[in-house]
């Protein structure tokens, strides 16, 4: 491919892939595996988890790239895709009981900022409190996208409001807990990419 090998940047790369250039999406794929695949293996200690993740991450950047909008550098957007999944991946587990505190917390104490490391579930803990604290609708909104994995038109649908409030409502809800956590690292990454979808 002629624009990979002249230098074109990341960010333009994406610009291809977004118009259906499966040729700049592979350049990507294969420039950021090995890294992250590095990351999702310290944090989850599990090769087939590991594995897991990365394909759900490339497949999505392809099957949703019309929607990806990225305001900062690809890497960064991987990274901190990368790192949400594998807080969500830990979350299912959380909810069918299925970890272990004492092991998650050596793995995600990077979760907080350096002066405030969190477990695992003080984190989560702290995500609760703040989703709590928004108003109804913003509430109901994200409960719907977090825990029921809904899009924007189906969150519509059930709650009898146009896309476009809903849409709204997302970001009114994703600016308020980003206020309210701003001081968790770890959670600004868990939330940096629950509507990127």
Not at 77 to 106: A, P, Q
Not at 118 to 127: A, C, Q, V
Request: a neutral charge; proline letters at 2%.
């Amino acid at each position: 491919m002629g624009v990979v090998n002249h230098g074109i940047s990341d960010e333009a790369l994406f610009g291809l892939v977004k118009q259906g250039d499966r040729q700049a999406y592979s350049f990507l794929y294969k420039k950021y595996w090995d890294e992250l695949f590095r990351v999702a293996y310290h944090l989850t200690d599990s090769l087939a988890d590991t594995e897991d993740l990365l394909h759900e991450l490339f497949a999505e950047l392809w099957l949703k790239k019309e929607r990806v909008e990225i305001a900062g550098s690809f890497g960064a957007y991987v990274r901190t895709s990368l790192k949400y999944k594998v807080f969500r991946h830990y979350d299912r587990k959380r909810r069918k009981g299925e970890w272990n505190e004492e092991v998650m917390k050596d793995r995600l104490v990077a979760a907080g900022s350096a002066d405030q490391p969190l477990s695992f579930e003080e984190l989560y803990g702290l995500i609760e409190v703040a989703v709590e604290n928004l108003p109804e609708k913003c509430r109901a909104v994200y409960k719907l996208s977090r825990e029921e994995n809904k899009n924007v038109r189906e969150i519509a649908q059930i709650l009898g409001i146009s896309p476009n409030t809903a849409q709204n409502h997302i970001n009114k809800a994703l600016k308020e807990l980003r206020l309210s956590l701003r001081d968790y690292v770890g959670v600004a990454l868990l939330l940096s990419s629950i509507w990127n979808e």
